[in-house]
């Protein structure tokens, strides 16, 4: 499933060059393919400590 991003995003030739099969957005609204919307919680008790495990 390729990864959806901003055209000008700088960071589109690092993820390519790791193998990310990445698309671009002009494609995506061609293509109507429509996101997939992620939500993440973070649940760290206590932050202080958690940040540098």
Do not use: C, F, W, Y
């Not at 589109?12 to 609204?29: H, I, P, Q």
């Amino acid at each position: 499933m390729p990864i959806r991003i901003p055209d000008d995003l700088p960071a589109r030739a690092a993820l390519e060059s790791e193998g990310v099969v990445v698309m671009r957005e002009s494609t995506a609204a061609r293509q109507d393919i429509r996101p997939l919307r992620i939500g993440l919680l973070n649940l760290m008790p206590d932050k202080p400590s958690a940040e540098t495990q």
